[in-house]
């Protein structure tokens, strides 16, 4: 049974997955049959929503124009939803979708169905790969050895790991399930020793409304940058323009801390779901010598257990390239755990010739660029 959705000047088609479900019980796709105002509130059903796939972050970062949202429901209950970035030249029968840290299928207060996980690859690999001949690309929220990367490992059986970019997402992760008292003692010596000679430095840690306290924030990273003039990937500004857009309880969690009126740190964290990530920091040379970093992460987990946040990923690690970073946060003695491989389906002879050729520019690129800094 398929029947017709008209959304805006665009028709979508929506099927009901019949045979291929539960006995007695029927799925419904829809495709890009749903507003940017719906959304958010359709993400917070989900345990496993993440910032890189809310409308405000594919809206800045891709342009609104290259999205795509599909919904998995089965009697008009929402099971399982996607955010895709959609790379088509000229509006072809070829290109590349992108699911980054998605789909999200793990609905709250329940455990993750492995037959939603299923019949969701499966409309995804339908929509995308079959109907609109693109390569697609899945980038999940899973890491490896967790029961929820066996069930998406499992469901994306169908998916080869043939990803466009080998790098894997790689990250701490803290559970604050227990106590602040276990937490704190769990923590490593050093580290909490400077937790608690911060707390001894007169700093105090601030939070204004999301959008006034980035800006605080955004002046002190820009700040830092011009003095160290470090090699990043991060765009300040666009996750600037991510803030405003996102919906309230969506917005970036941001604290300040302040040595008298003077801020001298200052982080960035995302918290949806049952998850937090902790995204940008900032510190000034006056913030190094007080150790603001150690009060305001300490600050963020405890707000983050106040706020029923079950796990805080510290936001990614390189001890080979960032060796600075990465002593910090094995601080925090977290669960050293990486993604599982991106799942890759194409079909299309002319969409794959297009991932290799973005392959191949994206190697010149890297091979360039370490040129350059050998030079």
């Given at each position: 049974?398929?029947?017709?959705?008209?959304?805006?000047?665009?028709?979508?088609?929506?099927?009901?997955?019949?045979?291929?479900?539960?006995?007695?019980?029927?799925?419904?796709?829809?495709?890009?049959?749903?507003?940017?105002?719906?959304?958010?509130?359709?993400?917070?059903?989900?345990?496993?929503?993440?910032?890189?796939?809310?409308?405000?972050?594919?809206?800045?970062?891709?342009?609104?124009?290259?999205?795509?949202?599909?919904?998995?429901?089965?009697?008009?209950?929402?099971?399982?939803?996607?955010?895709?970035?959609?790379?088509?030249?000229?509006?072809?029968?070829?290109?590349?979708?992108?699911?980054?840290?998605?789909?999200?299928?793990?609905?709250?207060?329940?455990?993750?169905?492995?037959?939603?996980?299923?019949?969701?690859?499966?409309?995804?690999?339908?929509?995308?790969?079959?109907?609109?001949?693109?390569?697609?690309?899945?980038?999940?929220?899973?890491?490896?050895?967790?029961?929820?990367?066996?069930?998406?490992?499992?469901?994306?059986?169908?998916?080869?790991?043939?990803?466009?970019?080998?790098?894997?997402?790689?990250?701490?992760?803290?559970?604050?399930?227990?106590?602040?008292?276990?937490?704190?003692?769990?923590?490593?010596?050093?580290?909490?020793?400077?937790?608690?000679?911060?707390?001894?430095?007169?700093?105090?840690?601030?939070?204004?409304?999301?959008?006034?306290?980035?800006?605080?924030?955004?002046?002190?990273?820009?700040?830092?940058?011009?003095?160290?003039?470090?090699?990043?990937?991060?765009?300040?500004?666009?996750?600037?323009?991510?803030?405003?857009?996102?919906?309230?309880?969506?917005?970036?969690?941001?604290?300040?801390?302040?040595?008298?009126?003077?801020?001298?740190?200052?982080i960035v964290c995302s918290a949806m779901g049952d998850s937090a990530i902790y995204l940008l920091g900032a510190t000034s040379d006056n913030g190094l010598k007080l150790k603001g970093s150690y009060l305001l992460q300490w600050a963020m987990i405890r707000r983050m257990r106040e706020n029923g946040i079950r796990y805080y990923d510290l936001g990614g690690i390189d001890p080979v390239e960032n060796p600075g970073v990465y002593s910090f946060k094995s601080g925090f003695c977290g669960?050293?755990?990486?993604?599982?491989?991106?799942?890759?389906?194409?079909?299309?002879?002319?969409?794959?010739?297009?991932?290799?050729?973005?392959?191949?520019?994206?190697?010149?690129?890297?091979?360039?660029?370490?040129?350059?800094?050998?030079?």
């Amino acid at each position: 049974m398929k029947t017709l959705v008209v959304s805006g000047d665009r028709q979508h088609e929506s099927s009901a997955m019949a045979g291929d479900s539960m006995a007695g019980n029927a799925y419904q796709i829809e495709v890009d049959n749903v507003t940017e105002s719906q959304w958010p509130e359709l993400m917070s059903r989900f345990d496993d929503a993440n910032i890189y796939q809310t409308w405000s972050y594919g809206a800045v970062r891709w342009q609104e124009e290259n999205l795509s949202h599909l919904i998995l429901k089965r009697n008009s209950d929402v099971l399982a939803m996607a955010q895709l970035r959609i790379i088509r030249p000229a509006n072809l029968r070829l290109g590349i979708a992108y699911v980054r840290w998605g789909p999200m299928c793990h609905l709250r207060e329940r455990e993750l169905d492995p037959e939603t996980v299923r019949v969701m690859a499966t409309a995804l690999r339908h929509e995308y790969v079959e109907r609109r001949g693109l390569h697609l690309e899945i980038l999940p929220n899973a890491f490896s050895g967790s029961v929820r990367a066996q069930i998406f490992q499992l469901a994306f059986g169908q998916f080869d790991h043939r990803p466009i970019s080998a790098e894997k997402y790689r990250t701490f992760v803290l559970d604050l399930s227990p106590s602040l008292e276990e937490l704190r003692e769990g923590l490593d010596p050093k580290w909490r020793n400077k937790l608690s000679g911060a707390e001894k430095n007169g700093l105090r840690v601030a939070e204004g409304t999301a959008v006034d306290a980035y800006g605080v924030f955004r002046r002190m990273y820009t700040e830092m940058w011009a003095r160290k003039r470090f090699r990043t990937s991060v765009d300040i500004e666009e996750f600037g323009q991510i803030q405003e857009r996102l919906s309230g309880n969506q917005q970036m969690n941001v604290l300040i801390c302040l040595h008298g009126q003077e801020p001298v740190a200052g982080i960035v964290c995302s918290a949806m779901g049952d998850s937090a990530i902790y995204l940008l920091g900032a510190t000034s040379d006056n913030g190094l010598k007080l150790k603001g970093s150690y009060l305001l992460q300490w600050a963020m987990i405890r707000r983050m257990r106040e706020n029923g946040i079950r796990y805080y990923d510290l936001g990614g690690i390189d001890p080979v390239e960032n060796p600075g970073v990465y002593s910090f946060k094995s601080g925090f003695c977290g669960d050293d755990v990486h993604h599982i491989d991106s799942f890759v389906a194409c079909d299309n002879g002319f969409s794959a010739a297009l991932v290799k050729a973005s392959q191949f520019l994206r190697g010149r690129v890297r091979r360039s660029r370490l040129a350059a800094t050998q030079v």
